[in-house]
């Protein structure tokens, strides 16, 4: 959110830049359009009065203040000084303006609106006071009490991240991959050109008799799920004694430009899957598809089941989709002429990089990822603190050419997967609906990457009981959520319902992580308790080198 009205009056989402805006675009003659210059009018003359009033040296209660989680105007500076209060508030009453404008244009088609949406957030973020030097007091204050320093200092940061080629979110000397980052002990027991397969070492003296293969995104490195050992999944799925594989995805280069779909079903889940049953010789493992890695899963599944197999105990879905019906503010980069550029220019051979699939995340949430270290970094001088979840944010990786191209057509354009019957992969028709063991699908609330929405009707589509999850926070904060912090909550619901919504109406919260409630689920159908194994690997799968492996410290 942009703004709030402090007082009972709705919101006033009003008018354009610069603050003294405020005539109707042509076109635009309506009662809502009307309705919000009204309300632009009044609180800028408000603000106006307000201002005039004000007696030197004493604060005036704010007109429209930040919305919940906006800490750009926070300093204590940006209340103080009549100038920038004025010019705080004059922008978000213009940024609401702006912002309700565009939610109210009657646009028949959908897809434009959310573009126009989508560009009227970029332009507002992209206009604040905030990101200017000179309208900005922090910055303004730092540089006098240093004298320049901070200038000079975000100077250098700045040509630094050139030279980078992107924006630096955290101290990249802090961390290594295999030094303090995806250090649960395993092994590598297999690998061929688009994976390594890692083998986990018990934490248990027993462990349940199914094992686990999770299958992460291959549009991002695994390690988001083991970073450290007090935030890694894949060490509390251990410590509760589960027999952990995890597939290692490689980051495509030149060679591995050729890559399709169907490759890394064949030669990626469904070979895991025939390793960890001879390995374990256990027939049944249980499955997890984190984000699109959920999506290679469920079709990889339903090869499975449409050649009569019974492939597995269960799966999970971790913030994937299925359904791509509602994909959230990324289906404004993705249309017919997108995709049919990436299938004339990479379709039959090539790589999508990974800066460019970075750029387009961070788009989706530009005040978290663009403007805050724009400032941060360049305004201010500052050196961005470690944190590891930026840290694997700027690991980038690349997709291959014909597989971006098969996911871009069949996904985001035109939600081919949930359709039975109206895809082929390795040779087989694909119903999702086949899928017929139980299901445990969790999604996070302020997800911009799968709306939890979305996400929803991804359990409408396979068959069997499913379980559905709603976590707190985002994408990624909600998924790492470590019991031992005790932060956020999650919703469960074991009601039959038929929407989201009505899910979520009578949906009850609990306090801390899912991870606990995931593993009861999971442990109910992992079989009894055996002893655990005392070395990694077997005569046909010896080790190849210790976890995390080789593959994941590729750069892109």
């Known amino acids: 959110m942009l703004g709030k009205v402090t007082e009972s009056a709705p919101p006033s989402n009003l008018a354009g830049f610069p603050a003294f805006g405020g005539a109707a675009a042509p076109g635009l003659e309506n009662d809502e359009i009307r309705r919000l210059q009204r309300e632009h009018a009044e609180l800028h003359g408000r603000l106006w009065r307000s201002m005039a009033q004000r007696k030197p ?83 303004v204050q730092k540089a006098l009490d240093t004298k320049g320093e901070s200038l000079s200092k975000g100077l250098l940061n700045l040509i630094g991240d050139v030279e980078k080629g992107r924006i630096s979110m955290t101290d990249d000397a802090a961390f290594e991959v295999g030094g303090n980052l995806a250090t649960t002990e395993g092994a590598v027991i297999f690998e061929n050109e688009l994976m390594q397969l890692i083998q986990y070492a018990p934490l248990t003296e027993k462990v349940s008799k199914q094992p686990l293969l999770i299958v992460p995104p291959n549009i991002n490195k695994y390690y988001i799920l083991d970073l450290q050992a007090e935030n890694s999944f894949v060490r509390y799925a251990v410590e509760q004694g589960i027999t952990v594989f995890l597939i290692s995805w490689r980051n495509p280069g030149a060679a591995q430009a050729q890559l399709g779909w169907d490759d890394y079903l064949d030669q990626g889940i469904l070979l895991s899957l025939q390793i960890v049953r001879t390995l374990t010789k256990v027939q049944k493992p249980n499955v997890l598809g984190f984000c699109i890695g959920g ?61 460019e699939l970075s750029q387009v995340f961070s788009a989706l949430r530009p005040n978290d990822l663009i403007w805050n270290y724009v400032v941060d970094n360049y305004l201010k001088g500052n050196t961005p603190t470690a944190f590891d979840l930026l840290y694997w944010n700027s690991d980038s990786t690349n997709l291959s050419g014909p597989f971006a191209a098969y996911y871009l057509r069949n996904t985001y354009l035109e939600n081919n997967l949930r359709v039975p019957g109206k895809l082929t992969m390795l040779g087989e028709s694909i119903d999702l609906g086949r899928i017929n063991c139980p299901s445990y699908f969790v999604a996070t609330r302020e997800d911009h990457i799968v709306p939890w929405r979305t996400s929803f009707l991804g359990r409408r589509l396979v068959g069997g009981e499913s379980t559905f999850v709603l976590g707190a926070s985002g994408h990624i904060a909600g998924v790492v959520n470590p019991p031992a912090k005790n932060k956020r909550s999650y919703w469960t619901n074991a009601t039959a319902v038929a929407t989201a919504e009505e899910w979520l109406e009578s949906a009850v919260e609990h306090r801390g992580s899912w991870w606990p409630n995931w593993v009861e689920w999971l442990k109910a159908r992992s079989g009894d308790l055996v002893a655990a194994r005392s070395k990694l690997g077997s005569r046909e799968y010896r080790q190849i080198e210790a976890a995390p492996g080789r593959y994941v410290k590729e750069r892109a």
């Open 295 to 355: 999506t290679l899963l469920a079709s990889a599944l339903a090869v499975a089941y449409a050649r009569g197999e019974d492939p597995i105990e269960s799966a999970t879905f971790l913030t994937s989709m299925l359904d791509f019906s509602e994909t959230g503010d990324i289906a404004c980069f993705i249309d017919e002429r997108f995709v049919a550029a990436r299938e004339a220019t990479i379709g039959k051979g090539g790589l999508m990089h990974g800066r």
């Open 57 to 139: 040296g004493v604060e005036s209660e704010p007109i429209v203040s930040p919305g919940a989680g906006d800490r750009r105007f926070n300093a204590p500076e940006w209340s103080s000084s009549p100038l920038h209060d004025y010019m705080r508030q004059a922008y978000l009453i213009n940024a609401n303006f702006l912002t309700a404008v565009a939610d109210a244009l009657p646009i028949t088609d959908k897809v434009a609106k959310s573009r126009l949406q989508f560009m009227t957030r970029q332009y507002v973020d992209a206009l604040a006071p905030s990101n200017f030097l000179a309208s900005n007091p922090e910055v």
